[in-house]
């Protein structure tokens, strides 16, 4: 498939290439279109468009060519052709016009060769005035008269205005070169009409000059709109009124009639019993052809007795209190009716609560709220009142105190007052042993009465009442006492031990008594604190105000400083002060290293002397720090016991007592304390090994 379409390509080119040969035996040079006379000609010139082609062939012969003009680039809409065998032709334009005007291009194709002409402007000036006709020169009033406009030589689409005086009356746009239009004469002035008309030529737009004016004179018809109102343009309310609508001075036949009140059309003669909102302008209108003639009359209708206020007096009233209603009509048309003649209703929530004379009294309690309207009437003629909605205000009800956060003594606390019932704004008031401490006002159901106070002791609480009124001191209602527990914070512990600081002995029984004050709020929690740590040594919480912690064999390693801290639910931790603990070696143990030691002096000195004695040379002897060169090895046993850490004997001592020990500031102290302690605690086991 691909094959046999390559070779059709193939032998296409092929063809063409031979056909060129065979063809290009004349060559089109150039061509030229020549605007005769001129490029710019007044309107109604002939205007010859020669587009002439130079083309030189082999034999002298001219091909056959297809020669086309045409206008504003769109060559495909050409305005002439001509297929011919000549190297010139000629486009004539007998009488040029406006529309003619544009930019215009040879084409000239002869095989496959093809030419454009260069681009010529051609610019007909001047158009045609046009002529404005009427088929009558005299009409009635509102009668149509037609009015034709025409620019018959110009060519192209015109744009008309036709106008009566200066006013434009009508336009219209049409190629035809002439246009009607059939206008109704309403005014009775002389009308002049005149047209003119506009042409897009280019980008621009050209106006022509304005036609003859034409005047038709308009003749007035006679006749007059009449509106008739009985009995009297001043009525009252209920009276029958009669309205009609007429035409004098022309046949009625020809007429057309409409009766009007603002934009409600009624009847041409229009029958009613009339209201109040009857009152206002009537018209009449009557119109024959287009011409119109308009009649006013203004109707008054008074009431015969105003629309009933209704009224409740006093505007406010609790319940128990009494009230007012009254219906009233302010107004009544005394030349009709007495005042005797209107009967009232009043009614609450759509049932009758009272007839005739128009007042209802009564006491205000749950039954009489309601909306309240009322009724006045006339024999048939009834007319209604606004609403009015009634609420009976409702006295405050016994107010509840309550605290609305725990009573902490010295601390700031809340007081919340609230009454049930009653109708806002109710005012509250605070009173500690029937001093005023401070007022709200309650407004809004949204709103709360609450009060901060302190108090510094227990029994004041309750001091406080509080009351509610809403209605003069009359009103006011005392709540009970405040009833609230209290709780009282935690005084300052004291700490002691038992036994007394300066007799503890290890294996003894320590114990750590810590008080406070009597009053505080069980329970209360104690903690005791051993130096600087952040997490007590022991916590307990009783109901007591003092509690203990007991070390029920005390050793060396319960020395140090101890303090206790109290704290209850009024939050604050009170701390005491701190006792200092040193556990002190048992009695027998003290004997014991007394013994050892003055045995091993003793054992030295001995030692010292017979050599001495069998070397007679000066031995340089160790000073204190022999002595304790002596005692390690006896620690280092027992430290193998308690730490498994075989090491200088020293070091291991000192790390073994003091195992808390991060502040540097308390060494000395403390390795005083330590020295003791660990003394007696390593030689204790190996005494009792040895023996
Ligand atoms: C236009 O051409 C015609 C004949 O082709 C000639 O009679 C006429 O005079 C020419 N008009 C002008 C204005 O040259
Ligand atoms: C075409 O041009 C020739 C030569 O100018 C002329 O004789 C002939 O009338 C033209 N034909 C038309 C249709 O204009
Ligand atoms: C045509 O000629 C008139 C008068 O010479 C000139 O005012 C107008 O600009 C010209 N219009 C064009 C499109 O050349
Ligand atoms: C008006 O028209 C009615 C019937 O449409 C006719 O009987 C009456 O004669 C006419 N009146 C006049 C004045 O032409
Ligand atoms: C009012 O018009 C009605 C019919 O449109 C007619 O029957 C009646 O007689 C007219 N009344 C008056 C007073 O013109
Ligand atoms: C009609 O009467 C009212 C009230 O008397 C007045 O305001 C209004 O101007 C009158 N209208 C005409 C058209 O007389
Ligand atoms: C109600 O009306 C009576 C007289 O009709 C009057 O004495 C009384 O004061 C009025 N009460 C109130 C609350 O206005
Ligand atoms: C008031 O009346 C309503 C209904 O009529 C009733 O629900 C409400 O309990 C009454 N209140 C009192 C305080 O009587
Ligand atoms: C009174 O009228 C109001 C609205 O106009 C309505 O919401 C209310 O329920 C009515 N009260 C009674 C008691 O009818
Ligand atoms: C009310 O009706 C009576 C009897 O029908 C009548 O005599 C009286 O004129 C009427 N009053 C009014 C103001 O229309
Ligand atoms: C309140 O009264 C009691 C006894 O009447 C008294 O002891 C107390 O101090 C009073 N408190 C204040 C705040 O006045
Ligand atoms: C403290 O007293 C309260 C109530 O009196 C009791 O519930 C609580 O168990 C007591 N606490 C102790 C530790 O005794």
């Known amino acids: 498939m691909w094959t046999k379409r390559y070779s059709e390509i193939l032998l296409m080119t092929f063809m063409s290439i031979t056909c060129t040969r065979a063809e290009s035996e004349f060559e089109l040079r150039d061509v030229t279109l020549h605007i005769i006379p001129a490029n710019t000609v ?28 045409f206008k504003n680039y769109n060559n495909h809409n050409p305005v002439y052709i001509n297929n011919t065998r000549s190297n010139k032709v000629t486009y004539t334009i007998a009488k040029a016009q406006a529309s003619h005007s544009g930019i215009y291009q040879c084409d000239v194709s002869a095989g496959n060769q093809h030419l454009y002409s260069s681009e010529e402007n051609i610019n007909v000036t001047g158009l045609q005035t046009p002529e404005l006709r009427v088929d009558k020169l005299k009409v009635t009033e509102g009668e149509k008269v037609r009015v034709t406009c025409s620019a018959r030589e110009e060519s192209g689409v015109l744009e008309y205005t036709f106008k009566n005086g200066l006013k434009v009356i009508y336009k219209e746009s049409s190629s035809s070169g002439v246009v009607q239009r059939f206008h109704s004469l309403t005014s009775t002035e002389t009308a002049k009409f005149s047209c003119s008309y506009s042409i897009h030529v280019g980008n621009g737009v050209l106006h022509s000059s304005v036609s003859n004016e034409v005047h038709v004179v308009v003749e007035e018809l006679k006749f007059t709109a009449k509106i008739t109102i009985l009995p009297s ?11 009609t609508c007429d035409v004098e001075g022309i046949n009625k036949n020809s007429s057309v009639l409409s009766l009007s009140k603002g934009s409600r059309l009624l009847p041409r003669n229009y029958s009613t019993v009339v209201l109040a909102n009857d009152s206002g302008v009537y018209e009449c209108r009557a119109k024959v052809n287009s011409a119109e003639r308009n009649a006013y009359k203004n109707l008054t209708v008074k009431e015969l007795f105003s629309t009933p206020v209704l009224t409740i007096t006093p505007a406010e009233v609790f319940e128990k209190e009494s009230f007012n209603v009254t219906c009233r009509s302010s107004k009544i048309a005394s030349e009709r009716i007495g005042h005797d003649d209107v009967k009232y209703f009043i009614y609450r929530s759509n049932k009758m609560i009272s007839s ?135 005084g300052k512990p004291n700490l002691i031990t038992v036994p007394v600081e300066q007799d503890i002995t290890e294996n003894q029984q320590l114990q750590f008594l810590c008080g406070i004050p009597e009053g505080a709020s069980s329970p209360i929690t104690f903690k005791w604190y051993k130096e600087k740590n952040l997490s007590p040594v022991y916590v307990t919480t009783v109901n007591f105000t003092n509690a203990e912690y007991t070390i029920l064999s005390v050793e060396g390693s319960h020395s140090g400083s101890f303090y206790c801290a109290a704290l209850n639910k009024a939050g604050k931790e009170e701390v005491s002060n701190h006792v200092n603990v040193s556990v002190r070696m048992a009695r027998w143990k003290k004997g014991l290293i007394t013994g050892v030691c003055l045995m091993l002096v003793t054992g030295i000195v001995f030692a010292f002397v017979i050599r001495y004695r069998a070397m007679r040379v000066k031995v340089a002897s160790s000073n204190g720090a022999g002595i304790w060169s002596v005692r390690p090895p006896v620690l280092d046993s027992s430290e193998v016991v308690d730490v498994d850490e075989p090491e200088e ?13 991060s502040d540097p500031a308390r060494v000395p102290l403390r390795k005083g304390t330590d020295t003791v302690y660990s003394e007696v605690q390593s030689t204790s086991p190996e005494f009792h090994d040895e023996f």
């Not at 004041?460 to 709780?487: H, P």
Request: glycine share 4%.
């Open 356 to 490: 005739d004379n128009g007042i209802y009294k009564t006491m205000a309690k749950n039954e009489t709220n309601g909306n309240y309207t009322c009724t006045a009437q006339v024999n048939n003629t009834i007319k209604w009142s606004q609403w009015i909605t009634f609420t009976a205000k409702v006295l405050v009800s016994k107010p509840t105190i309550t605290v609305l956060n725990e009573v902490i003594l010295n601390k700031p606390f809340r007081i919340e007052c609230r009454s049930d019932r009653g109708s806002l704004p109710i005012s509250y008031t605070l009173k500690q042993n029937h001093t005023t401490l401070s007022h709200v006002q309650v407004s809004n159901p949204s709103q709360k009465a609450v009060f901060t106070t302190s108090i510094q002791s227990i029994q004041q609480i309750s001091e406080f009442k509080c009351e509610a009124q809403n209605n003069g001191v009359n009103s006011a209602q005392t709540s009970d006492t405040l009833r609230a527990q209290v709780t009282v914070p935690v």
């Open 233 to 243: 343009t001043e009525v009252i309310e209920g009276d029958s009124v009669y309205i």
């Open 649 to 661: 004997p020293n070091v291991e001592y000192t790390e073994v007592l003091h195992p808390q020990n």
């Open 42 to 69: 007044e309107r109604n010139s002939e205007l010859n468009l020669t587009c002439e082609v130079n083309v030189v062939s082999r034999g002298g012969n001219t091909p056959d060519l297809k020669i086309s003009i």
